[in-house]
């Protein structure tokens, strides 16, 4: 079954996916130590991909496919007529720099999705680069979570602006649905909703 759950509407569902992820070849990497202990997650703009991986990275030649960040912006004329046909799509992991495609890629609403992977859930930066895309940006195409995306996150995935999330592949992504209506009104505004609870209800004298 699907793992991809998309909104339509405002309306949750399962669909079947459009999209090829194109991933990167893999790497050795080096285990990072602070204080003595592995550091498992990523800094902010810090420089993981090499130059072989974006030059071994295989791009299927037909289809809708995303592709990584790098890869989008060192290959950028070799996919430039794809991308005018709306083929392709782009992924950062959550300690890329947005920067990074916005410089390389000014119109961002060309582009028909934009992913954003988390490799382990451990802090909030998805839900900045959503809000970040969707506010500043002006973003207005599909945006998608993938990676270590799970139940308790949807709720707030979707309030940063994301509209459609591939669940882990160990969960259930009909079980994950319910999570979208966990809360009825939130009090705080954001990008599905900008106005707060005060500003949306008039209490009357």
Known sequence: MSRLITLKNGIAEVTTDQWTLVNL???QVEARKQAG???LFKLTGE????DAQIANTV???TGNIIVPL???IARQQELKTRIAKGEIGVWLATHELLESLTQAWADLNSLPIIAIFVERFADG???SLGNLLRTRLGFKNELRAFGDVLRDQLFFLKRSGFTSFVIRADRSALDAIASLNDFTQPYQ???DEPRPVFKRYNRGA
Request: charged share 20%; no cysteine; proline share 9%.
């Open 59 to 61: 791009i299927p030649e």
């Open 125 to 127: 930066r998805i839900f």
């Open 47 to 50: 420089q993981t991909v090499t």
């Open 25 to 27: 070849p893999e790497t």
């Open 37 to 39: 202990k592995v550091v």
């Open 189 to 191: 505004g954001a990008v």
């Open 70 to 72: 790098s890869v989008f």
